[in-house]
Structure formats: C-alpha cells, structure tokens
C-alpha cells in the first residue's frame, strides 16, 4: 500500500459536452453525443464525421484547438478553488502529436494568465505519448505530490486538424462508409490538481502501473493484453488490491475491434475469482477519440459517478495507451 497517498483535489474539463466536467459526465451519463459532418472528406471523397466543441471560434486554427480547450478545462479546475494559494506547483500537460508548434505562444506564461499565480517555464513538463502521456503525467504528478509540491496535470487534445485526419485515413481507421471498425475523431481537455490532502478530495490515486504491448495494429504480432496486464498488475500492486476488488472499469478504447478484444483478454487473465459485472466505461461512445485526453475524461467521469452516487461502487481502475505500444494503468478509489 502506499504510504504516501495522493488526492484529487480539484477537476475541470472542456470537450463538445460541456465546459464544466460536472456538466460533461453528465452528457455522458446520459449518451448526449454532439457528433456531425466536419466538413471535411478523406482520400476516397467520404464524410468525416467528428466530435467538435462548438465554443470555439471558427477563427482559431485547428492545430490551435488543443490550446483553447486547455484554457476551457484549467479555468474550469481554477474556479473557485483558490490556485493563486499555491506555493510553486508543478504542472505535466499531455498533449497530442502536433501541438506546440512554432506559432504557439509560450505555455508557461499561458498557463500563469489562465491560473492566476506564476507558472515558471522550468516547472512545465510536456508528454507527447498519447493517452499513455495522460497516465505518464499523472504519475509524475503524484511523485510531485510525494516531494512536498502540488501538482496540476492536464491533458489536452483535438483530433479536427489535418495532420491528425490524414494519419487516421492513411491507416483506414476513421468510422466512414464502407469501415465500420473506425473511431470519430474529437476532442477534449481534463485537468486535475493533486496534493497530499484528503480534505474535500474528490478522490484518491491508489496506484500506477505501465508496460509495453508488443501487438501493435501496425504488425503481426498476436494480441494476448501483455501490456494491459502488466500494467494493471502493477497498479494493483501498488494500491495492495485483488482485481476482483474492483468495481469498474475505464478505458480509451475508441471503437477499434482490437481494444475491445485486448479489454476481453486483459479480463479473462486478470481476474482471479469470478465477478458477475465488471462493467466498462467507455468515454469514447459519446466524446468520440479525444487522443491524449482520454485516459484523464475517464478518471473524472469516475469522480463525477461517485460525486453524483451512480457509480457501481467505490474503486475503479482505468487504462489507457498510444498507438505505439505503450499501455498505462491507474487505480483509483472514491475519497467519500
């Protein structure tokens, strides 16, 4: 068990659900979706369908839609919360693969406007690995935490940007016509601030496992959820929990037959005394593939169910993973 536990103490989210991530696990509680033609068509001259938050200005560049809805998610996190308090923290933000280019503006100094207190660029870390990069910040997060320094982790992502559309269509993996095992590209930012306090938690990390897959969609190799179960194992490990222990479950999964097929696997060689339910929250069926953020959406609409009392019960473990093997666990517990 870890000796040096770490709380969520506060959360915000943005995505095409909500601006407030009370509001948005609502929508997807309920199975609002918001997704539509985006205008845009692939090689073969087919509608892509996409999730788009409609707040923002027609006049910000897709690769700069990440940034806006960072802005949304740590305005949300900060209101009423009192960062400006905070002594120094640390930040680690995952971001998708083509953020932070040349024309965008200095993160530290965005980060210092949107939090109200000073953000130094040298304690800002940046992870590009995907939903994996989400659970890898949070981890650093907690190590943080664990130093005697507060934390805010944020993930931050948009998939509505050329580069990302023709990747995903080069690779036939968009939900079109004639390819019904395809995601819908979206987008979404959540943010949590972590400390060593259990006052008024939300939750509590219990712990954090990570591992490689060596079946890719890209080779050969036959699928059998090494990376899922290692990481899981590990995180449980950590926390001092039995799978069967759990109540639910979290994941990335987008709508790809090859993560709901790892998701099988992964539970067939996990648990070790029988469960009747095990239920899996997917994120994904109503935001669509939110990329970096998707593993943090998952987390927060698990402190949302045990907020809001709908949650199957009071421990949840989450999975997340980049496309290029990399696969990340996190247990997390209700701090009620």
Not at 122 to 143: N, P, S, T
Not at 157 to 166: E, F, H, I, Q, T
Request: charged content about 20%; hydrophobic content about 45%.
């Amino acid at each position: 068990m870890n000796e040096r536990p770490t709380f969520v103490r506060a959360a915000g989210m943005a995505c095409p659900l909500g601006l407030t991530w009370p509001a948005a696990c609502a929508a997807m509680r309920a199975g609002i979706m918001r997704k539509s033609f985006s205008g845009r068509h692939d090689d073969e001259g087919r509608e892509i369908v996409a999730s788009r938050l409609g707040a923002i200005h027609g006049h910000v560049p897709p690769g700069q839609r990440w940034l806006e809805l960072l802005t949304y998610a740590l305005a949300d996190l900060a209101r009423g919360n009192r960062l400006a308090a905070l002594e120094r923290p640390s930040v680690f933000v995952a971001l998708g693969g083509s953020a932070l280019d040349r024309s965008s503006p200095p993160l530290a100094a965005r980060l210092s406007q949107i939090l109200g207190t000073q953000i130094l660029a040298e304690d800002v870390h940046i992870f590009r690995e995907g939903a994996y990069g989400g659970y890898a910040a949070l981890e650093r997060g907690r190590a943080s935490v664990r130093d005697g320094r507060p934390s805010i982790v944020v993930a931050a992502d948009s998939l509505l940007n050329a580069r990302a559309l023709l990747a995903l269509s080069q690779k036939q993996r968009l939900l079109v016509e004639g390819n019904s095992d395809g995601v819908i590209p979206g987008e979404a930012a959540a943010a949590v601030l972590l400390t060593g306090d259990r006052r008024n938690a939300l939750a509590r990390i219990c712990g954090a496992g990570f591992a490689r897959e060596p079946s890719t969609l890209d080779n050969d190799v036959p699928l059998r959820a090494e990376g899922s179960v290692e990481a899981a194992r590990a995180a449980l490990l950590e926390a001092g929990l039995q799978a069967h222990e759990l109540d639910f479950r979290l994941s990335d999964a987008a709508g790809e037959s090859f993560y709901f097929k790892e998701q099988a696997l992964l539970v067939a060689r996990l648990l070790r005394e029988r469960k009747p339910e095990f239920p899996l929250w997917l994120p994904a069926e109503t935001l669509g593939d939110t990329g970096a953020a998707a593993g943090l959406c998952g987390l927060l609409w698990a402190m949302a169910g045990w907020a809001r009392k709908y949650a199957p019960g009071p421990r949840a473990i989450g999975f997340a993973g980049d496309e290029a093997g990399g696969r990340a666990a996190v247990v997390i517990e209700s701090a009620g």
